[in-house]
């Protein structure tokens, strides 16, 4: 290490800057701080800084600002900005304002001594290359430092894209798609595959690709080494001469790159070059991307296996997050759908109540044409619409008679209820919504909170008409089921005063195609 320099650190986290402060002054560094850009400027008044490091996101003169500054004054100095969000907009920003790297927090201390050491000898070979400018040898280390600058730009562009467009995935699937079409794009193949591939599934299993060439997948006339013409092959054909080098993969367990192939490895001669890399999870295999090129245009590089190396990676955490995040759902869902088995256990009139709700508004929902994503929150709060009734005493909730009007006050605090009981998880913001306003009427007089017409939820609307119809065709505490035409005629009549007239539509045109089950019926139906 390059000791007796000065080092700026500039952060609006305290902790960071005490930590840095004590670990470079250790090392030999004289270490200034300071807690936002304001105050580094007047440091940079009256100190000769030897390099700066600096956070983007800082009250009073943010990062960006302080690059800026420091480029205009000191051209020399060299700033590496650390920040915990990155985005390509900032990316060229800090860039264009002479800042040198480009650090994602978290970030260790190694790895900020690392960058410090490298940009310390570039900044001597800068201010070398301003010293000798006008020797003749001075042009060609300038070229060379500015052709490293451009590619550093180029990496953390490619890397950044790598990092961010995991992020909105929401199925394994996704991300399996998503990764061949990102690996085609990044290293210019024809074509990329994804292969499971572990202790469950023996042989190679594709379950993604992408290709360059859509109407032949990529692949064109191949020729010998001789460059005579090679009959073509079937894609059947090439893809299992990749098969042994996929199990080979999976047992060396470190990636492959074949930048020339010349057919010693059985390998297809139609492939020109090839990578494969095995994607982990857990430290365990779970399959294997490839990358081809059939043209002898391009041949993969060390870099390209670089790139396919760190997709996966970020590939494997996007898979790890999704697994560990469904498991917390099914988890909290099937302990939450335990609690609604035990209230319908308290009363046998009400068994598999919420399941026929749901299966109702669920029908009600596809007919309406809502989205995929509504359809998945009303399974959800169709299951869960009565677990507020655990808060209800058994005395009231099972009364055979007709209930008092305090006592009815008492069931009315049920959607509360529920939907505090959903609310403490955090998941389900909707969900909670939904199963709130599950008994609000369309003509202002339901509960909790006597909402109106389009400001009850669609989705609570929705779930009210296949409760009110479940509640009235099954035997409750208090009374028999109703017959059949006599529950429509209700639906009817309730149409415009308690029930949404169009979801009310809906649902007698889905009643009179047999959509709906009538299990339940009894002789005067």
């Known amino acids: 290490m390059d000791s007796g320099k000065k080092i700026l650190f500039v952060d609006d986290e305290e902790n960071i800057l005490s930590i840095a402060h004590e670990y470079f002054k250790k090392k030999g560094f004289q270490v200034v701080t300071a807690k936002n850009g304001r105050e580094a400027v007047k440091i940079l008044e009256t100190n000769r800084i030897d390099c700066c490091f600096t956070d983007i996101n800082m009250p009073e003169m943010d990062g960006l600002e302080l690059a800026e500054y420091i480029h205009m004054k000191d051209n020399t100095i060299p700033v590496v900005v650390m920040t915990g969000y990155p985005s390509m907009e900032n990316t060229l920003k800090t860039l264009k304002n002479g800042v040198v790297d480009f650090l994602i927090k978290p970030v260790s201390l190694n790895q900020m001594e690392l960058c410090l050491q490298r940009v310390l000898r570039e900044r001597q070979l800068f201010v070398e290359n301003i010293l000798l400018k006008k020797e003749v040898e001075s042009k060609g280390r300038l070229e060379k430092l500015n052709k490293e600058l451009l590619e550093k730009v180029e990496e953390l562009h490619i890397l950044n894209k790598i990092m961010s467009d995991f992020t909105t995935l929401s199925t394994s699937i996704n991300v399996f798609r998503h990764v061949t079409n990102l690996a085609l794009e990044i290293t210019h193949s024809d074509e990329t595959r994804f292969y499971v591939i572990n202790e469950a599934v023996q042989r190679p ?3 993604a690709a992408a290709f360059k060439n859509q109407k032949d997948g990529g692949f064109e006339q191949c020729e010998n ?3 005579s013409p090679l009959k073509f092959e079937s894609r059947i054909g090439s893809l299992r001469s990749l098969e042994p080098l996929v199990m080979e993969t999976v047992s060396d367990e470190i990636p492959l790159l074949i930048s020339e192939n010349n057919g010693a490895r059985g390998l297809s001669l139609c492939i020109r070059s090839l990578m494969m890399v095995p994607l982990k999870i857990r430290e365990k295999i779970f399959g294997v991307l490839t990358a081809t090129n059939y043209k002898d245009s391009y041949h993969f590089n060390e870099k390209d296996l670089y790139y396919l190396s760190f997709m996966t990676q970020n590939a494997a955490h996007a898979i790890e997050n999704l697994a560990l995040y469904e498991n917390i759902y099914e988890n909290l869902f099937a302990t939450l759908y335990a609690f609604v088995k035990a209230l319908e256990a308290r009363d046998a009139y009400t068994q598999r109540h919420s399941n026929r709700v ?3 508004s669920l029908l009600i929902g596809k007919a309406l044409g809502i989205s995929r994503e509504e359809l ?4 959800v709060a169709g299951r869960l619409h009565d677990i507020g009734k655990i808060g209800i005493r058994d005395d009231i909730l099972l009364k055979p008679g007709k209930l ?4 009815f006050e008492k069931i009315k605090e049920h959607p509360v209820i529920g939907a505090e009981i959903v609310g403490q998880l955090g998941l389900w913001d909707r969900e909670q919504q939904i199963i709130r306003c599950h008994h ?3 003509d202002g007089k339901g509960y909790p909170d006597g909402l109106r017409r389009d400001n009850i939820p669609l989705l609570s609307r929705i779930l009210f008409v296949g409760d009110s119809y479940d509640a009235m065709a099954s035997d409750r505490a ?8 006599t529950i429509l005629r209700v639906l009817e009549q309730g149409a415009e005063s308690q029930f949404d007239p169009e979801i009310v539509k809906i649902f007698l045109r889905l009643y009179k195609e047999g959509k709906i089950s009538t ?7």
């Open 519 to 525: 299990s339940y019926d009894d002789s005067e139906s």
């Open 358 to 360: 749901t299966e109702i």
């Open 205 to 207: 299993f594709e379950v």
């Open 376 to 379: 998945d929150i009303l399974n």
């Open 225 to 227: 080494t001789t460059g």
């Open 404 to 407: 008092t009007a305090e006592e």
């Open 478 to 485: 208090y009374r028999k089921r109703m017959p059949q035409q």
């Open 440 to 442: 609000e009427r369309w």
